[in-house]
C-alpha cells in the first residue's frame, strides 16, 4: 500500500456521530438503550446528514464501567441485544449509506473476562502474563506511584496469589499486558472478527495507555497537584505510565496493518495529549490511527482570538498527509452547550461543520442542543463520582437519554419505564420532533450545515486561505476548486462588521440581511455566524 492510499479515505470527507447505546433508545422496557433501539432511529442520523456511526461499547460487561470493562471481545451483551440485532443494525445502516465504527477497549479487559479470572487463578497460569502482575514495594505497598484515572493507585492487591495488578481505571478494568505477544494476536483476532462482519472501523480506547515503562519506575509527583480541588490521578505526572514509544510499534501499527489489509478501515485513537505529543499516533507514512482525536475544543477557550492561536498550533504541528479532526464532546466531558452556553454552541457547530478543516465528531444530542441533566445524588451512576465526589469528574450528566418527543420517557423509553439516567426537564423545545420542522433550531442549524459541508468542497475538503480575528470575530476563509467560502462568528455581544477578502456573491447561511453582497463588508450581530461564497 503506497502512501497515498494510506492517508486518503472515506472518512476524510465523512462526518462521525457518536451514539452512547444506553442513552439512544430503549426499546425493550429496561430503561437502557438497546440495538433495535439504534436501528429504529437510523431515520435521524440519514435526516441529519451524518455519513458514520460510531457506537461505545456493546460488548458483555459486568458494566461497572458501563461497557468499558469488556467480558467478551466478541459477544454482544444482552442487555443491547443479540448478534442477530448487531447484524440487522450494520446491514441496515450500510444500507443507508452509513458506516459504523464499533468501540474497542485495548488497555484493558472487564475482570469478569475469562482471561483475567485464569491470569490470577495462579502464578503459572498460561495467562498469567497476560496482564501486569508485581510484587508489592520492598517496604511495602503497591510496586509503583503510579495512579489510576477513576481514583485512587492504579495497584490493587490480589490477596489469593499475593501480587498486585495493575488497573489504569477501576480494580474491575485490569490493564493487559501488549508486551505479551499472545495478547497482541488475540486482540488482533477479535478485531479481524468484527473487520469480517464488515464493521468500517474502530475508534480505540485510551490508546495511549496501551504500554508501560519496562522498568517499572515512579512516575514524576506533579508539584502543582491540589488535592483539594484536583483529581488524585493529576498528583503525578504520567512519565513512565503512559505514552510510551512502545505504543506505536506493539499496539496501533499492528492495528494498522490489520485495517489496511481488510480494506480501508479506519482506527481513530482516543488520546488525551497535547498536540505535539498527539500527532505521533499518525506514525510515519500512515502507518498510525487515520484520526487521532483531536480535543483541544474540548478545552478551548471561547473567544477569536484563542481558536484562531489554537487552529494554527495544531495545524503546524500536523505530519505530512495527517488529516485533521476536530470534537466538541464525547460521553466524559460536559456538554458543549453547557460549558459555553446554548448559543456559543450554536456557533461551535458552524465551526466545527463548516470552518475547521478535518473530520468532525458530533455528539448524540448535540445536534438538539441537550446540555447536561443535574443527577440527584440517589441517582448517580458513574463510579467516577463515587471514587471523586465533588470534583467535575462524574460522567452521568452529559450520558442522558437522548430526547426524542415531548412527554414522559422523551421517546427515550416507554412512559411508565424508569430510564437508567433522569431524562430531565424536557422543554417543549428541546426535542427531535420540537425542532424537525423548526426554522432555527439548532436542530435544522445541523442539517443546513451538513447539506451545505456535502455540496461545497471547499467546506468538506478545502484548505485555510486565511483565519483571522477582527475584534470578536473570527473569519475564516476556506477554498477548493474554484470556491472560495468564508466563515464567519462573531464570538462578541455586539453588533460587528466584518471586512472580506473580496466581494461576496451569495449568502450560503445567515441571516440574509446580514451580508451586503456587493461589498466586502458584512454585518453580523452579536453571537451570530454567516457562511458566505466570496468572488473567486
Ligand atoms: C475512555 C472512555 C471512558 C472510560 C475509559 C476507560 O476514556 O471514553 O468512558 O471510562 O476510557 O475505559
New binding site residues.
Given amino acids: 500500500m503506497t502512501e497515498r492510499t494510506r492517508t486518503q479515505g472515506w472518512w476524510r470527507e465523512a462526518v462521525i456521530y457518536q451514539v452512547y447505546p444506553r442513552s439512544y433508545r430503549d426499546t425493550d422496557g429496561d430503561g437502557v438503550g438497546d440495538l433495535p433501539g439504534i436501528a429504529s432511529r437510523l431515520d435521524h442520523l440519514a435526516e441529519l446528514g451524518v455519513d458514520a456511526v460510531w457506537i461505545s461499547p456493546i460488548y458483555p460487561s459486568p458494566m461497572a464501567?458501563f461497557g468499558?470493562d469488556v467480558a467478551d471481545y466478541t459477544g454482544i451483551d444482552p442487555l443491547f441485544g443479540t448478534m442477530a440485532d448487531f447484524d440487522a443494525l450494520l446491514a441496515a445502516a450500510h444500507g443507508r449509506g452509513l458506516k459504523v465504527i464499533l468501540d474497542f477497549?485495548p488497555?484493558?479487559s472487564s475482570e469478569a473476562h475469562p482471561w483475567f479470572v485464569e491470569s490470577r487463578s495462579s502464578h503459572d497460569n498460561r495467562r498469567r502474563d497476560w496482564y501486569i502482575w508485581r510484587d508489592a514495594a520492598p517496604e511495602g505497598g503497591p510496586p509503583t506511584n503510579w495512579q489510576s484515572?477513576?481514583g485512587g493507585p492504579a495497584w490493587e492487591w490480589d490477596g489469593g496469589t499475593g501480587q498486585y495488578y495493575l488497573h489504569t481505571?477501576l480494580p474491575e478494568?485490569p490493564d493487559l499486558n501488549w508486551r505479551n505477544p499472545e495478547v497482541r494476536a488475540a486482540m488482533l483476532d477479535a478485531m479481524r472478527f468484527w473487520f469480517k462482519k464488515g464493521v468500517d472501523g474502530f475508534r480505540l480506547?485510551?490508546v495511549y495507555h496501551c504500554v508501560k515503562d519496562a522498568e517499572f519506575r515512579e512516575d514524576p509527583v506533579n508539584p502543582d497537584h491540589e488535592p483539594a480541588i484536583d483529581p488524585p490521578f493529576g498528583a503525578v505526572i504520567r512519565t513512565h505510565s503512559s505514552d510510551q514509544p512502545e505504543v506505536m510499534p506493539l499496539v496501533v501499527e499492528p492495528m494498522r496493518a490489520l485495517a489496511d489489509e481488510m480494506g480501508g478501515r479506519l482506527l481513530i485513537g482516543?488520546i488525551y495529549l497535547p498536540p505535539a505529543r498527539l500527532m505521533r499516533y499518525y506514525g510515519t507514512d500512515g502507518s498510525g490511527v487515520q484520526l487521532p482525536f483531536n480535543f483541544a475544543l474540548v478545552f478551548a477557550d471561547w473567544n477569536a482570538g484563542a481558536l484562531r492561536d489554537l487552529i494554527l498550533g495544531y495545524e503546524r504541528l500536523l505530519p505530512e498527509g495527517g488529516w485533521p479532526n476536530w470534537v466538541l464532546g464525547?460521553?466524559?466531558q460536559s456538554r458543549i452547550a453547557t460549558r459555553i452556553g446554548p448559543g456559543g454552541a450554536r456557533l461551535a457547530a458552524v465551526l466545527l461543520l463548516a470552518g475547521l478543516r478535518g473530520t468532525p465528531t458530533i455528539y448524540y444530542g448535540d445536534e438538539i442542543g441537550m446540555e447536561d441533566v443535574p443527577i440527584p445524588p440517589d441517582r448517580v451512576r458513574d463510579p467516577w463520582e463515587r471514587n471523586m465526589p465533588g470534583l467535575g469528574e462524574g460522567?452521568d450528566p452529559c450520558r442522558t437519554p437522548m430526547r426524542w418527543t415531548d412527554g414522559r420517557g422523551a421517546g427515550f423509553c416507554a412512559p411508565d419505564v424508569k430510564p437508567w439516567l433522569p431524562i430531565g426537564t424536557v422543554g417543549p423545545d428541546g426535542t427531535v420532533a420540537a425542532q424537525a420542522d423548526a426554522p432555527g433550531s439548532m436542530l435544522t442549524l445541523h442539517q443546513a450545515l451538513l447539506r451545505l459541508r456535502r455540496t461545497h468542497p471547499a467546506l468538506h475538503r478545502g484548505d485555510y486561505e486565511a483565519i483571522d480575528v477582527q475584534g470578536d470575530v473570527l473569519l475564516v476563509v476556506r477554498r477548493a476548486k474554484g470556491e472560495r467560502i468564508a466563515v464567519a462568528l462573531n464570538f462578541g455581544d455586539r453588533m460587528a462588521e466584518v471586512a472580506l477578502p473580496s466581494d461576496v456573491t451569495g449568502v450560503l447561511l445567515g441571516a440574509q440581511d446580514a451580508a451586503r453582497p456587493s461589498a466586502k463588508l458584512l454585518r453580523l450581530p452579536l453571537r451570530a455566524a454567516a457562511i458566505v461564497a466570496l468572488a473567486v
Avoid: G, L, T
Wanted: charged share 30%.
Fill in positions: 464501567d468499558y477497549v488497555n484493558h484515572a477513576s481505571f478494568q480506547d485510551v482516543e464525547n460521553h466524559d460522567r
